[in-house]
């Protein structure tokens, strides 16, 4: 018998692992659980879910790849990565979408079970390209995943198709033997996860087990891998998406403002998992309320605002649109309504699974007659929390609609959240109007608010809604100067939120040759690409607005210490637009439209050739 020798552990400083498979193979389930088992090693991290657009594509087809990314490494990290190290293909399909993007040398483990003549035809190959030297450049690791999973399962009272559905199970623990991730929290959320189904349970126990054991007895891996914990800020951490800290971004204004919770809104994807999120805070004095249509959605957050409640509605893309009309009777009624929209592809149904930056006209513009309102934009999976708090703060406080931008990528994305106490969140001051003497519904405040004077309040009474008001008195009116005093009024209270937006902070030297500006979900991937290239020695800097409306006021004295200004969107150049408008300046555009994060070499690859560099190289 041949001896097995010890795997040498080689230390590595960083990683990108891309899991992919056919829709139906627990890809999305395998990367979470590699992600929260890595956020608990210590690693900083950063995913990318990338999920088909149809519900049940035809197994084994190029359009029903289900991928996860996650790059995870020993010191701070801004993006999922731009090229994997390590690509799990659960099929050919999986193999032929996903190849062109890895790195010369990368590992592949293939489940060879998969790449039969059926399989090979769907995916439009015309030879196995396990066998004809096209991966003649990767380290392919060949496993029968599906048949080794069937023999740890022999004699299971499972159907054959629930236990060949418990092979990405087998992957997961090859890759954590592979990466020394500990199996303990899976066995334990396996054991939660399915509590109510003992049979699956221990299915997908021996099977993690199997996958994990495989390691140390094959022969096919000549070491293993360890990447060290980051040196993140000391404090409790945990994995969060992006919609879940939208979720709790708000229910923690919620706390602190002491309002009831509501949730008026329509199921759509990718925004859904605020909804399902917010559902399990019953006891917190949340309310969520699925509405049979977007606009319905809209209409109940207005008059829970119009109750008294801390009002939200969530939505996607073509969600905003419907909710146009409604968001302008927020604007004519100045009642405090969060809109959090997560934008995807476009236009119309477009691409509801992947992402996009193209609804920012949208929110700034998209509505009949003059109605302004504040526009705010996360910029990381954990900023939504601290944006959607802020978006909470700003409602109240000015009594206005806000629509808070996220999008795809950082909604189903996560990253390490650093816990805030309790103490680090200010205080949500609210002041309901409870004087009868001298009230009148739109008279205003230093911050040009109109009071919040809750139905039912003795002597209050009072109309509000979506014909123009009377300044002072609310009654209707049609009178021309008051109109036009009363748009003037409404946009300059927008404006005053200016003064509550902080300035922008520079990353690089306050004047140079060029400033990268970005907003939302570019803040990785630019980050990571001005970083490089000032260490190439280009005079490059970096600012990332999270407040477009108004925008920060110093950001036109930023743009002007500057020779050149770039922006990347994943759009046609919607923020460079406005900034050409706003502030007459010359933008080089960066566009991408393709349902994908930028990756930062493209970005880095831009900065070089405006600068003429060799981008480090």
């Known amino acids: 018998m ?82 994997p190290d390590v690509l799990v293909a659960m099929n050919p399909a999986a193999l032929k979408i996903n190849l062109k993007d890895l790195r010369p040398g990368a590992m592949i483990i293939v489940n060879t079970d998969s790449f039969d003549p059926k399989n090979l035809k769907i995916a439009h190959y015309d030879t196995n390209p396990l066998e004809d030297d096209s991966l003649s450049g990767f380290e392919v690791i060949e496993i029968p995943i599906t048949t080794l999973t069937t023999n740890a399962l022999e004699g299971s009272p499972l159907s054959i198709k629930e236990v060949t559905r418990s092979k990405n199970f087998f992957a997961l623990g090859l890759m954590y033997w592979l990466f020394n991730r500990p199996i303990e929290p899976t066995i334990e959320w396996i054991q939660t996860k399915f509590k109510n189904s003992p049979d699956i349970a221990d299915a997908n126990l021996k099977v993690l087990k199997a996958g994990y054991y495989y390691g140390d007895a094959t022969q096919l891996f000549s070491a293993r891998y360890i990447v060290k914990p980051a040196a993140l800020p000391k404090g409790t951490y945990r994995n969060i998406s992006g919609n879940e800290a939208s979720a709790l971004g708000v229910l923690a204004a919620s706390l602190k403002s002491g ?50 409640a801390l009002a939200i509605s969530t939505t996607s893309g073509p969600g905003l649109a419907l909710k146009t009309e409604a968001t302008g009777l927020a604007v004519m009624t100045e009642l405090p309504v969060v809109i959090i929209n997560v934008q ?116 209050l ?16 009116s049609y009178d021309p100067e008051n109109h036009h005093r009363m748009v003037t009024l409404r946009a ?42 000032r260490k190439a020695g280009m005079k490059v800097s970096q600012i990332h607005i999270k407040h477009l409306n108004p925008l920060p006021a110093n950001l036109g004295k930023i743009i002007k210490s500057f020779k050149q200004v770039l ?24 566009s991408k439209v393709k349902g994908l994060p930028f990756k930062s070499v493209e970005v880095q690859n831009k900065i070089a050739e405006i600068l003429g560099g060799n981008n480090g190289k």
């Open 344 to 459: 995807r592809g476009g236009p119309s149904t477009g691409l509801p699974t992947k992402t996009e930056q193209a609804d920012l006209m949208q929110s700034l513009y998209g509505r009949n007659g003059e109605s302004p309102v504040v526009v705010l934009a996360a910029s990381t999976p954990s900023d939504c929390f601290y944006m959607a708090f802020e978006a909470c703060q700003i409602a109240l406080k000015y009594m206005t609609p806000v629509i808070l931008l996220t999008d795809g990528y950082i909604a189903n994305g996560s990253e390490p959240w650093k816990l805030p106490e309790e103490n680090d969140l200010p205080e949500i001051k609210v002041n309901f109007r409870t004087e009868k003497e001298g009230f009148n519904p739109y008279e205003r405040d230093e911050n040009l608010s109109r009071p919040w004077a809750v139905p039912g309040t003795k002597g």
């Open 461 to 476: 009474e009072h109309r509000i809604g979506g014909l123009e008001k009377e300044d002072v008195t609310g009654n209707v």
């Open 492 to 533: 300059e209270k927008v404006q005053k939120v200016q003064q509550d937006v902080p300035d922008l902070q520079i990353n690089g030297d306050p004047e140079g040759d060029l400033l990268v500006i970005g907003w939302g979900g570019t803040y990785g991937a630019i980050t990571e690409a001005v970083n490089r290239s």
């Open 259 to 308: 309002l009831d919770l509501f949730l008026g809104t329509y199921p759509i994807t990718p925004a859904s998992d605020i909804l399902h999120y917010l559902s399990r805070y019953k006891n917190y004095g949340v309310v969520t309320f699925q509405a049979e249509d977007e606009i319905a959605g809209m209409a109940s957050a207005i008059g829970a605002a119009y109750g008294g």
């Open 567 to 590: 922006v990347p969107e994943l759009n046609m150049g919607q923020l460079a637009y406005i900034l050409r408008s706003e502030y007459f300046v010359d933008v080089i555009k960066l």
């Open 2 to 83: 041949a001896e097995i020798k010890e795997k040498e552990i080689q230390s590595l400083s960083e990683v990108t692992v891309r899991f992919a498979g056919d829709s139906g193979d627990g890809m999305q389930l395998t990367g979470s659980q590699f992600s929260d088992t890595t956020a608990i090693v210590g690693n900083d991290l950063a995913t990318l879910p990338d999920y088909p657009a149809e519900i049940r594509a035809p197994a084994g087809t190029l359009y029903g790849v289900s991928g996860f990314q996650l790059h995870f490494s020993s010191s701070d990290i801004h993006t999922p990565g731009d090229n």
